[in-house]
């Protein structure tokens, strides 16, 4: 059995445990650090570009753990899963025996995918979260005719997207596609996109209107709890290039039903039988299960930490938990502080690598007894992505979240160029969804995060024929 002896230990190997590594090498290299994956193979950031102070957009690629070894010297990497942790005493033991003695410790061990009942009984069921199963169904997709994808977020959204050659159903419990991200206005704009292949068309003239919202309209739908599977951006690249045998494609959306049942059967055109909740039955080669992901927390404590309701481990705005000198941070842990008026929490690539640098700079404080302030990203929710091609970006609360039917509505969409959304409450900027290359991320971060007073601009806030800058340089 071996013995470590360090001052900080970080459990896992995706952003959030690697953002942690190396905040941690930056702010105290000469300090000793471990560092447990079950991987050789960890996520890294890379390229990464401020449209904004808090709009961020990086790559996440894969490398050798062993490569963080060049930033941090003190590092020791333990390729092994956790098992125990004893927070008394404070020490982690590891499946194969080794121990680790820490002063704080972070628990990055992400989240694991929320797959279909039983689905673990069939390898026809694919669940997308990391480069394993994205290989898996790459095998799949070369051979395959027709496929289901369930799932409203991203990861469906851009599966439906990037796959060519092979005839698709898409099957959602809502009543418009990539609601984890969007509204109904912006789906719309999506599948009208969809509906041409050509993008040399000249885009249709801008249209502005602005939009009361109320308890009964179906325009805006707030989302609550949302929760999204998240592999990185870009990942969905990978696939650009595969076609399957299938010289047919086509898309069949199946809205506000979800799976009912399953089986193998080997009498038919193909392997593979879902029956939705509607009653209806179909027949595929696979099916892809992108329907979010679940805290994972696969060890046992010696004290239980308190949990939020989804499970995840409940964290204050240090991202400490109910657990003195055990910190967690991404898609495990669970935000339990009283937000910022303009942010709430999200699973996605971004917020884990928020919340690691935040609990390394927390973890740092706790060893040299100094006080630490919660970072300024916490503030604004931010998102920066891509869907169907366009480049999306979330701001505040884009779909009303948490603001009652006392807000307003201000849209400017021009077809198959850029979909844009203001949310207004009081005459001022709540939250925005801008999808294309619009250039108003920076204007609109600055309005929601100063609170100024739009009731003076009207609609000319999105007016095409005026640069809406002028007025806020």
């Known amino acids: 059995m071996a013995n470590l002896k360090v001052s900080y230990l970080v459990v896992g190997g995706g952003i959030a445990g690697v953002t942690c590594v190396e905040t941690l090498a930056i702010l105290h290299p000469e300090e000793s650090l471990a560092m447990i994956t079950a991987s050789s193979l960890v996520k890294n950031v890379s390229n990464v570009s401020f449209y904004a102070k808090t709009i961020v957009k990086f790559d996440v690629s894969e490398t050798e753990a062993s490569s963080l070894l060049r930033i941090h010297p003190n590092l020791n990497i333990i390729y092994d899963s956790l098992k125990t942790l004893n927070t008394k005493d404070k020490i982690a033991t590891t499946d194969s025996g080794v121990t680790i003695e820490y002063k704080v410790v972070c628990i990055c061990t992400g989240g694991i995918p929320r797959l279909i009942s039983d689905s673990n009984k069939c390898n026809r069921i694919i669940g997308i979260r990391d480069t394993d199963s994205v290989n898996d169904f790459k095998e799949k997709l ?98 650009e290039t595969l076609t399957g045998d299938c010289t047919e494609q086509e898309l ?113 404080g706790k060893i040299t007894n100094e006080s630490v302030l919660q970072d300024f990203c916490f503030e604004l929710f931010t998102h920066c992505t891509t869907l169907f091609g366009y480049r999306v970006i979330l701001l505040g609360k884009y779909n009303g979240q948490g603001l009652g039917n006392d807000y307003e509505i201000l849209l400017r969409t021009t077809p198959k160029l850029e979909y844009i959304k203001f949310v207004l409450k009081n005459g001022r900027l709540q939250g925005a969804i801008l999808i294309g290359e619009t250039d108003l991320e920076e204007m609109v971060e600055n309005l929601i995060l100063d609170q100024i007073d739009l009731t003076p601009f009207g609609d000319d806030i999105l007016n095409p024929d005026i640069d809406i800058d002028d007025y806020f340089d």
């Open 142 to 239: 070369k051979n395959g005719q027709r496929m289901v994808i369930v799932g409203n977020g991203g990861i469906a959204s851009e599966i439906v997207h990037a796959t060519k050659g092979i005839k698709k159903v898409w099957v959602i419990r809502d009543d418009y596609i990539s609601k984890t991200f969007i509204d109904p206005g912006a789906a719309e704009f999506f599948q009208n996109t969809m509906k041409t292949k050509s993008s040399k068309v000249p885009p249709a003239p801008s249209i502005l209107r602005r939009h009361i919202f109320t308890e009964d309209d179906k325009l805006i739908s707030i989302n609550k709890n949302l929760k999204s599977a998240a592999l990185g951006p870009d990942w969905y690249r990978k696939l």
């Open 252 to 364: 069949e959306i199946i809205y506000n039903v979800e799976v009912d049942s399953f089986q193998e059967v080997n009498n038919k055109e193909f392997p593979l039988e879902v029956k939705l909740t509607n009653g209806k039955l179909v027949q595929c080669d696979f099916v892809v299960s992108a329907t979010g992901v679940e805290p994972a927390v696969n060890f046992s404590w010696d004290q239980e930490p308190k949990r939020g309701q989804d499970g995840g481990l409940a964290v204050n705005e240090y991202q400490e938990t109910s657990i003195e000198d055990v910190f967690a941070a991404g898609d495990v842990a669970t935000a339990a502080w009283e937000y910022a008026p303009h942010w709430f929490q999200l699973r996605l690539w971004t917020q884990a690598r928020q919340m690691a640098g935040m609990a390394a700079k927390a973890m740092h």
